[in-house]
């Protein structure tokens, strides 16, 4: 069993080994936080160092940069951490939601719409949905009075015009998605039938619904492909260094010198 004497030079040492690890630690660089947490987390060890509390450096603080002062390489890394997330879920809502209205002007009622992109040859956009035939013709005699399909297909056009108060002609017109491996305009086409139900017969021409279903298909299409456009525009803006500069700069952040967002 130890005696007294033997205890007390052991516990000397202790003490001893303790005052040359703290030492070694302010050698290192130890700062005052860095000695104030350890002294709050076990005060029973670290307490009698309190008094080197005012001669230990502070802890540096770090400067914070908005967007425009990073470094182009810190501008960068900041960037595609951001655009990484980006663009939000359900970014298109609005586009899509102008898209229907817009439609609707015309005489097109949208059941569907999809898209996929940006980046792939099979990417696209298209929707389906049913077609007010004669609101879409007027609509687009208005638009393109030179060239428009009550022009180009006047007899559709005349069958749909009431004659003594009766219209006989039945056109019912749709847009149905043939292919469900992409979202392109070419996975829908529009397809036209025509019943008469009157007493006499009116002469049509025998291409005459094949015709139609051309040229809508032709507008369909194209109005598609301007909206895949838009999606395809707001998608480039949304994941941009502009839309970031300006969501930095409304929302005040602030990065360190390499860019990461504090």
């Known amino acids: 069993m130890p005696t007294q004497l033997q205890l007390f030079y052991a516990e000397q040492k202790k003490l001893g080994e303790s005052n040359q690890l703290f030492l070694d630690l302010v050698n290192d660089g130890m700062t005052r936080e860095q000695l104030q947490a350890n002294i709050n987390r076990r005060p029973e060890l670290w307490g009698r160092w309190q008094n080197w509390l005012a001669k230990l450096p502070q802890t540096p603080i770090s400067r914070a ?3 425009p002062e990073l470094t182009p390489e810190a501008q960068q890394r900041a960037l595609e951490d951001w655009a990484h997330d980006q663009p939000y879920e359900g970014w298109w809502d609005m586009e899509e939601e102008n898209l229907r209205e817009d439609m609707k002007l015309r005489g097109i009622e949208i059941e569907d719409v999809q898209f996929s992109g940006f980046s792939s040859q099979g990417d696209g956009s298209s929707f389906t949905g049913d077609v007010d035939l004669l609101h879409f013709m007027n609509w687009d005699a208005q638009e393109h009075p030179s060239n428009s399909l009550a022009t180009t297909h006047k007899e559709v056009y005349l069958s749909m015009i009431p004659f003594n108060g009766e219209v006989n002609s039945e056109w019912i017109v749709s847009i149905k998605r043939n292919s469900h491996h992409y979202s392109h305009e070419n996975t829908v086409s529009v397809n036209v039938d025509y019943n008469y139900y009157g007493e006499e017969e009116i002469e049509l021409p025998e291409d005459a619904v094949i015709s139609l279903e051309d040229s809508l298909n ?30 930095c700069e409304s929302n005040g952040y602030l990065f360190d010198e390499n860019g990461d967002m504090q």
């Open 218 to 247: 032709e507008i369909m299409r194209g109005y598609m492909r301007s909206y895949y456009k838009q999606l395809e525009a707001e998608y480039d803006y949304l994941t941009s260094a502009e839309a970031f500069l300006e969501t």
């Open 65 to 67: 940069f908005t967007y």
